[in-house]
């Protein structure tokens, strides 16, 4: 069994910054897969932020977070992390980190992770 963890929410003025970390135990994966970060606010469907290669740091955005957001990985800590610079109202959400078994076509999709943390609160005031 995997367990995923976040940490780091919290509120923020519009314009600043937070980080975001998931810490992964349980069973170790030694190789492929991909980590990913999704985000659900009231009354909306989850959508996708962003996701990385586990082995190849591979980094995909959501274009509402490009170029504001960045995704890192420490393999040797079983961790990722989500840099969210000049933050916006519309960040706003309970953001979810999740993990895939192996290889997945679906990385921008809830249907290509396994395993899923329990989420923290982003607020963002105006």
């Known amino acids: 069994q995997v367990q995923l963890v976040e940490s780091g929410g919290g509120l923020v003025q519009a314009g600043g910054s937070l980080r975001l970390s998931c810490a992964a135990s349980g069973r170790t994966f030694s190789s492929g897969g991909v980590m990913g970060w999704f985000r659900q606010a009231p009354g909306k469907e989850r959508e996708f932020v962003a996701a990385?290669?586990?082995?190849?740091?591979?980094?995909w955005y959501a274009d509402s977070v490009k170029g504001r957001f960045t995704i890192s990985r420490d393999n040797g800590k079983n961790t990722m992390s989500l840099q969210m610079n000049n933050l916006k109202p519309e960040d706003t959400a309970v953001y979810y980190c999740?993990?895939?078994?192996?290889?997945?076509?679906?990385?921008?999709?809830?249907?290509?992770?396994?395993?899923w943390g329990q989420g923290t609160q982003v607020t963002v005031s105006s």
């Open positions: 999740a993990r895939s078994r192996g290889a997945t076509a679906y990385y921008t999709e809830g249907r290509g992770y396994d395993y």
């Open positions: 990385i290669g586990w082995t190849t740091g591979s980094a």
